[in-house]
């Protein structure tokens, strides 16, 4: 939905449940995988998921549209993974299913690198898994995120060191 012309976002805004709608189904994947990577369960990714839809539908009079509505989404996506990470108090291990690109497929690796994003701090984890896992680019990061660009590029990089000293045995 990116780039809504200005009749969709005004429907938007005027709470039109046909172009709420819309808005969910080109978006649902993209927010849950999100939500799967912040989250580590399906379950928890699925509540996390509704909530961003519902914060969203409850926020639409006050989106003014300088961004296109993904970028709003994931925004609010990140905000609902932290409050959601404070609510929980704990550090939900990523699911098994977690794709780490490894030539040979070795599970042990593939445990290190889960641990290890894992064990990132939030702000890092959020940026890695928006770049590398969704591939988004530092830009659309910075504006989900409020950012700057510099400061989510220091994040990833971070991000990266950190996972290249924790997996120094493997690489």
Same mark, same amino acid.
């Given at each position: ?78 905000? $609902? =993974?932290?409050?959601? %990470?404070?609510?929980?108090? *704990?550090? @939900?291990?990523?699911? /098994? !299913? ?43 990061? $910075? =504006?989900?995120?409020? %950012?700057?660009?510099?400061? *989510?590029? @220091?994040?990833?990089? /971070? !991000? ?12």
């Amino acid at each position: 939905m990116a780039d809504q012309p200005q009749d969709t976002l005004e429907r938007l805004k005027s709470k039109d449940s046909n172009a709420f709608t819309e808005a969910v189904r080109a978006n649902q994947q993209a927010i849950y995988r999100l939500a799967y990577r912040l989250t580590g369960n399906v379950e928890d990714a699925m509540d996390l998921t509704q909530e961003v839809f519902l914060r969203a539908f409850r926020a639409l009079p006050g989106f003014r549209g300088d961004s296109d509505i993904r970028t709003w989404l994931y925004r609010i996506a990140i905000n $609902a =993974g932290s409050s959601w %990470r404070k609510r929980e108090k *704990v550090f @939900a291990p990523l699911d /098994q !299913a977690l794709e780490v690109p490894s030539p040979k497929e070795d599970p042990e690796l593939r445990m290190a690198v889960r641990d290890a994003v894992e064990a990132l701090p939030y702000k890092q984890k959020a940026v890695f898994v928006m770049h590398h896992y969704q591939g988004l680019k530092h830009e659309e990061i $910075a =504006g989900i995120t409020d %950012r700057t660009v510099g400061s *989510v590029k @220091a994040n990833y990089f /971070q !991000a990266v060191a950190k996972l290249k000293r924790k997996l120094e045995g493997f690489l």
